[in-house]
């Protein structure tokens, strides 16, 4: 049964040489754009990454428009990647959690599956006292935030295994780029630009600058 399922998988070699190959591209070809058809499977990546109880915290904003691509780089610190890569993807983190959050994934979660709301209960009321927590804490947005940055790196090891060049970026004026798109009742926490590496960005052949294995794992 694995065997047979194993073949449909990239191999450890591949998966391997697929990261080494990815690097932060810092400046893309701007004649090369993504297809619908890659785009689709880039997309789905975010729609599937994983969040704590499930409850999708943020939006992800894609951005194609020139003009608004224009709009958006001076609120990144003029950085070209934005402008220049076929694809900006802004990694939208909710700022406010209550109980809306939490009825609105049962809502869904009752579309899909059909559960019972009284067998939800008890994992209703956790919810919502883990989002009540997090408020009284003042973390509601490092909190979204970091279900976002799941999804960054699902949408990074995706394009990576589809051979598509990737840059993500923190160097960026939240409330910038918040006004610009009328983000509301989100706040930018990452953006993530897609496309393809230009031929003389250097940076494609420097080696990874990483710690050794002995210092970055410890086994216990
Ligand atoms: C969350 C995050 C934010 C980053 N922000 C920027 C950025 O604003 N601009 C940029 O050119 N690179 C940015 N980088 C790229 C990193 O500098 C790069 O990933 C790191 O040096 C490792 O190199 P590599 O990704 O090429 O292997 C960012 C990376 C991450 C993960």
Redesign the pocket.
């Known amino acids: 049964m694995q065997a047979e399922k194993s073949k449909s998988l990239p191999s450890k070699d591949t998966i391997l040489e697929q990261l080494n190959w990815?690097?932060?591209?810092?400046k893309f070809d701007s004649t090369k754009k993504v297809s619908e058809e890659d785009w689709a499977t880039l997309e789905e990546s975010l729609i599937l990454a994983p969040s704590s109880y499930g409850l999708q915290p943020y939006k992800f904003i894609v951005v194609t428009d020139q003009e608004m691509k224009e709009k958006l780089r001076p609120a990144?610190?003029n950085?070209p990647?934005i402008v220049d890569s076929s694809h900006l993807v802004i990694f939208a983190a909710k700022k406010e959690l209550g109980d809306e959050i939490v009825e609105n994934y049962i809502q869904r979660l009752q579309e899909i599956r059909g559960t019972e709301r009284e067998a939800l209960e008890d994992y209703i009321n956790m919810m919502k006292g883990t989002m009540q927590q997090l408020k009284e804490n003042g973390l509601e947005i490092s909190w979204s935030q970091r279900q976002a940055?799941i999804a960054?790196g699902f949408l990074?090891e995706t394009a990576a295994m589809l051979g598509i060049d990737a840059?993500?970026?923190?160097?960026?004026e939240a409330d910038k780029v918040d006004e610009i798109l009328e983000l509301n009742d989100y706040t930018a926490s990452?953006?993530c630009t897609i496309g393809y590496r230009s031929e003389d960005d250097w940076?494609a052949a420097?080696e990874?600058?990483?710690f050794t294995k002995d210092q970055l794992i410890e086994r216990i």
């Not at 990815?22 to 810092?26: E, F, G, H, L």
């Open positions: 990815r690097y932060a591209v810092k990144c610190f950085q990647q940055y960054l990074l840059c993500p970026m923190e160097g960026f990452a953006l940076l420097a990874k600058v990483r």
